[in-house]
Structure formats: C-alpha cells, structure tokens
C-alpha cells in the first residue's frame, strides 16, 4: 500500500535517459550545490527545479546538474557559465543531452520489455506446470515489481537503464525461487491427492520442504549484491554499480518474500476453489502439529493412499451398519424437540473414511526420535 500510494502521489524519479533534458558533470573543486544552481538562476533557468546533486567518480568528486532539455547555443552558455564558476576549463565540463522524444521512446521499450517478459513466463509456466501456477507466478512477479519501484519512489531513487536492467534480472530471480516451490507441489501433488488431504496440504508440505533451500539461495546471491553495494559504490564510488545493486538488492528481497508467502498461497487458493468442500471427519481441512511434521520431514511417499484406509475400514462400518439393521448404511443417534431418541440412516460412502486415524493416514506409525548422546 505505501508504495502504490508513493507512485500514485510522487511517481518516480526518472533519470535523463527517460525524461529526457541536459546534464552537466562539473568538478567539484570550487562548485557547491547552491553555486550550481545560481549559475542556472543566472542564465535563465529555474535552479529551484534542476536536480543538483554531489557524487564521486574515478576522476573525482563532481557536482551533476540535470535540466530540461534546451537549445544548443544555450547549452553552450550554460556549460561555460559552469567552468567559470568553477575555475576549470569548459573542456572539463561534461555535457550530456538527450531529447525529449528520445526519452519517451526509451521508456516505451522499457515498459514493453516488462509486458513482454511476464506474458512470456506465463505461456512457459502454464505449458510447462499448470495456468493455476502461471497465475500465481505473475502475481507474484508484479508484486515485486510494484514494491521494488515504490521503494525508489519513496527514497527517491533516480531510475536509470541499468535500474530496468535490474528489475529484468530481478524479475528473473523471483521466478526461480517460485518455480522451485512449484516444482515440488507438482511432485507431492499425485500422492497427497491420493491421501485424501486437501490443497491446503498439498502447498503447507511443499514449502515447508523446500524452505530452507528458498533461503540458502537467496541468501548466497544477496551476499555479492551487499558487496557490491557496499565496496563498489561506497569505496571506490562507482555509481553506476550503487543503481544497479540497489535496485537487486530490493528485488531478490522481495522476490524472495513472494515465492514463499504470496504465489504459493495464492496456489493453494486456487486449487482448494477447484476442489469439492471435504475434510477429515472431525478435523481441520490441513495438517497441523505433529503430523505435519512428520509428512514434511519423511516426505509424501509415507502417506497410505485414501482407497487403502477406505478398505481397512470396510469390516468395522460393515459391522456397524449390520447392527443398525441395514448393510452398507449407518446409524446416528438424534434427539428431537421432545426428547425421543430417533435413529437418523445416511449413507457410508464419504470423501474420507470416518474411521482414518493418524497411523493410517501416515500409512505407519512414526518411530520415536533417537535421543542423542552427549
């Protein structure tokens, strides 16, 4: 919500090579940000509205001056206007210059970058898995997508080519860690299905399983960005690196948040509403405590199908419905608004067997834990 309503208010703070305009790299020896926005004030030019700002590069400390575009005799005005403030000669003063429909082309082609690139995973994902998975995965990606640019909206980050580059690669990172979720949903997906456990399960189990793998791998790749970060852009002060980083660092964060508690939740919902309402005869509709536990760490391959606990059922309800006097049927006890016990018949065949138990449902009882020796 904080970024959508910061890109909604604020938008972001697009670089030159969007908005298009001139950009002039002055050294730093004599000029400050207020003198450079004097020298525009005294040409013409509204400083109030320039973006100034101090950076450091290989060849020294500078001062960036970003203005509208402007007609090239002023350009030159304005770049000699700056070497003279700051006692350098005007061959020093880098000058930049991109139009206005330059800006709005490269844009376009970022855009239709980002468009392209989800409607291609989706096609790949729903081929390759299932559009159940392609859906999520999209979600999921424009979540990260909406997060990472509302971040550079609110800090106010200047969004460059190499931040789109970045929130491409992003884009990339993001996905790989949902696939891998999705991956093992697919494997479980045959055997928790013939258990008789719901989509709820299906999700909880995968994650669980693959949660510290998620991480790990996360982890492994936020590591080199910090360095990234943190020794190229603040010691040896490459900028074009700190967007870069910046802009990785927020997505691999977030992308993986989203793998785990956005798209694979929203996988779940997805099944679960493909699903008829059922769930084990006193229970919740998931598995919870100890024997999630055990399914997570023993793996599905554990679980007795729902056919199987339904035959070593069969003798005890065939028992059962001979003494309430009909075969293949039931008996519950009610009693109504007067106080009579009335005997209510309903069928025997339901999704899950009543009688299930945890032992049948783990196929066999779990051995106790090994208690370790110090």
């Known amino acids: 919500m904080i970024s959508v309503i910061s890109l909604l208010a604020s938008g972001l703070n697009l670089g030159i090579d969007f908005e298009g305009g001139v950009a002039y790299d002055v050294p730093a020896g004599q000029m400050s940000i207020d003198d450079a926005r004097a020298v525009l004030s005294d040409n013409g030019i509204d400083g109030n509205r320039a973006k100034v700002e101090e950076r450091s590069s290989s060849s020294g400390d500078i001062v960036k001056v970003q203005i509208e575009d402007q007609p090239e005799d002023v350009r030159i005005v304005v770049q000699e206007a700056f070497a003279e403030a700051a006692g350098v000669d005007p061959a020093d003063v880098s000058v930049a210059s991109v139009s206005s429909s330059w800006g709005e082309q490269i844009t376009r082609k970022a855009i239709t970058a980002l468009v392209v690139f989800l409607l291609l995973i989706a096609v790949v994902i729903a081929l390759r898995f299932e559009w159940r998975m392609a859906l999520a995965s999209i979600i999921a990606m424009v979540h990260d997508v909406v997060v990472s640019a509302g971040i550079y909206s609110v800090f106010g980050f200047e969004v460059t080519p190499a931040t789109v580059i970045a929130f491409l690669t992003i884009l990339g990172y993001s996905l790989y860690d949902t696939i891998v979720v999705f991956d093992r949903v697919r494997e479980n997906e045959r055997r928790v299905v013939a258990a008789g456990l719901s989509a709820g399960d299906l999700v909880n189990v995968s994650a669980n399983q693959v949660l510290m793998r998620s991480l790990n791998t996360s982890l492994s790749a936020v590591l080199p960005v910090i360095a990234l970060l943190v020794i190229g852009s603040g010691f040896l002060g490459q900028i074009t690196l700190r967007e870069f980083a910046i802009a990785l660092l927020i997505g691999m964060l977030t992308g993986a948040y989203s793998s785990i508690y956005l798209a694979t939740p929203i996988l779940g919902m997805l099944k679960r509403s493909m699903q008829p309402t059922a769930g084990r005869a006193g229970e919740a509709d998931h598995l919870v405590g100890e024997e999630l536990r055990t399914v997570v760490v023993r793996g599905v391959g554990m679980l007795a199908p729902l056919a199987g606990r339904r035959r070593s059922a069969a003798g005890r309800a065939e028992r059962s419905a001979n003494r309430a006097g ?35 449902l783990l196929g066999r009882q779990a051995r106790p834990r090994k208690k370790k020796r110090h």
């Open 326 to 360: 009909g075969r293949g049927r039931t008996t519950d006890e009610v009693t109504d608004a007067t106080g009579d016990t009335l005997v209510e018949d309903r069928p025997q065949s339901t999704l899950f067997a009543p009688e299930a138990t945890t032992e049948q």
